[in-house]
């Protein structure tokens, strides 16, 4: 089973996003099975709070739901417990690096680091614009699942 953690600020925007969004494409895939998929903050502000709103709507246009998702922060011990651990932009690498004490397996990369533009995904917190957000995770989804076929870690 290939676990993979997706990591941002807060976890009510872009990591449950991505959580969601994989869950859905690996459903569709009929993979699953083999997967173990889920999300978790950097801070710990938000913990305890649900998927914030623009992330809800913006799954619901695509049939994704976000039931039963609150934020929770990441651990020192979810390192050794996922083989992926992908963060959204370059700031979470670092916090998440300081939490878990290091990436000495090379586990952790930003989502977009698996595609052909590498670069960090803007947080809609900020920015407004889940619209963008969606397309960005859409897109490092696919790369990862492209990867992991590659790497034969998948059909």
């Known amino acids: 089973m290939i676990k993979i953690l997706f990591i941002c600020l807060g976890n009510i925007c872009r990591s449950p996003m991505a959580e969601f969004v994989m869950k859905d494409m690996v459903e569709k895939k009929g993979i699953q099975h083999l997967f173990y998929i889920a999300s978790a903050a950097t801070s710990s502000e938000e913990i305890g709070n649900p998927v914030h709103h623009g992330t809800r709507n913006k799954l619901k246009q695509y049939g994704i739901s976000t039931a039963g998702k609150h934020a929770i922060q990441l651990k020192k011990a979810d390192y050794e417990n ?55 995770i859409v897109e490092g989804c696919e790369a990862l699942l492209s990867y992991l076929k590659i790497a034969k870690m998948i059909l």
């Open 82 to 136: 996922y083989d992926f651990l992908i963060g959204m932009e370059e700031r979470n690498l670092a916090n998440m690096r300081r939490i878990t004490g290091g990436d000495p397996d090379n586990k952790m990369y930003r989502l977009l680091d698996f595609s052909n533009h590498p670069r960090d995904i803007a947080d809609p917190w900020f920015t407004g614009n889940f619209d963008l957000t969606y397309t960005d």
